[in-house]
């Protein structure tokens, strides 16, 4: 189940198995996020957009069917991966305690530039039912903001769309805050 929480609160991950991300699936839509400035690519067949802001989430897309997908959350920051990633086991265990999940968090990238991706496994609600979750989410420092580029699937559509959240987050371009 997706929740709208703000930055720091979706922490948690497991580190993906190797070659995970060997599909790439074709994104064909691009879509701009000027209020926080970001740009990336989701394929045409997702719906959603930009948001109001409200929460800290800039961005919510659904894929097909709604087993999948994507928010964006952004706010201002002084600080550091480094100092986010000191914080975050303790978030992630209390955020998560109750789904006995299976979490790692490991270095990454996003649209080239150095990020912590936090991957979380639970057995829990989703949209429409109770299912296996795979929560990627993505933080990146870049001029003075926080990102985190927050997706989820569940089973069994998971394997079909971890290579699009690879392509997506390669996709990522940071634009100029007017």
Known sequence: MRRGVSLGVF????ALPAGVFARVLP???VYSVPSVGVRFSLPS???GG???GAHGMWFDANGPA???SMQVYAGGTSVGLDSIRLRLPKLVAAEYAKLHPKVGIHAATVG???AMRVTVRYHGAWNSGVGDITHVLDFVVHGGMLYEFDYMSVAPWTAKYLPLFAQ?????TFIQVA
């Open 168 to 172: 997506t987050e390669q996709s990522v």
């Open 27 to 29: 994104a064909d839509h």
């Open 50 to 52: 930009p948001t109001s």
């Open 45 to 47: 067949d997702w719906n």
């Open 112 to 114: 080239g530039t150095p």
């Open 66 to 68: 709604s087993v999948a």
């Open 11 to 14: 922490l948690v991950s497991l």
